[in-house]
């Protein structure tokens, strides 16, 4: 995802599959985005993603970069 410069920004255990051989696979890129932004710097404004899954700053409906909030979600998920 990430080498892909593409965010997800809705990571949740419902969007995380396996297969037989149990590789870990990323599903529903409906609201993922590229790494730049529509700015073109890599900030994201957008209130997107589950909330339960959600980083501070986008609950607070502040500024973020969204390879951040993936690794927060991430965390939440691995708690």
């Known amino acids: 995802m990430h080498a892909n410069q593409v ?3 809705d990571l949740k255990p419902e969007n995380i599959l396996l297969n ?3 590789d870990l696979k990323i599903a529903d890129f ?3 985005a590229r790494k730049e932004g529509k700015s073109g710097f890599g900030i994201h ?3 997107v993603g589950t909330r339960q899954y959600q980083a501070p700053e986008v609950l607070e409906k502040r500024s973020y970069r969204g390879e951040s909030v993936d690794v927060f979600s991430m965390g939440v998920i691995l708690f």
């Open 20 to 22: 037989s051989r149990y």
């Open 30 to 32: 409906g609201l993922s």
């Open 45 to 47: 404004y957008s209130q």
């Open 7 to 9: 965010m997800h920004r």
